[in-house]
């Protein structure tokens, strides 16, 4: 190596610790998936971005989740987060407490169209914004 650089060489380590190591998202989902296809989808979706070693840490810990719980239980649990859009791990593992992962995915709504759009999560309709309403209200009282 030139003076001043560094280089670590992977193959110094002793072979049990190849996994801590060689921490990389990719190897990280790598794991995940073969835990199970919803797990591994939960990472994927964890580690997207430009800047997914910043999550690491949560990819670490869904793996850890399931040398406790078990693969087939977190397979439930991140099946139930992915169905509510919740990236967080934390949550994942409040899922595993309370048993949530055993009930499954609640049932949607009856009617359709009370649905909403994909990316209005927390969309107010046009008539929270209409401030006439609520002049109106405002000045009969």
Do not use: N
């Amino acid at each position: 190596m030139p003076r001043g650089s560094r280089h670590t060489d992977q193959d110094d380590y002793p072979q049990e610790l190849t996994g801590y190591t060689t921490r990389t998202p990719d190897r990280l989902i790598q794991q995940a998936t073969a835990l199970g296809e919803q797990i591994g989808t939960f990472a994927r979706q964890l580690l997207a971005g430009e800047l997914p070693w910043v999550k690491l840490r949560q990819g670490q810990k869904l793996l850890r989740l399931a040398d406790r719980y078990g693969a087939d239980r977190l397979e439930g649990a991140c099946a139930r987060a992915l169905g509510f859009d919740l990236l967080d791990v934390r949550r994942v593992e409040r899922i595993l407490l309370q048993a949530l992962d055993r009930e499954g995915l609640p049932t949607p709504p009856l009617d359709e169209r009370l649905r909403p759009l994909p990316g209005t999560r927390f969309a107010r309709p046009g008539s929270a914004f209409d401030q006439r309403q609520q002049r109106g209200t405002e000045e009969r009282s």
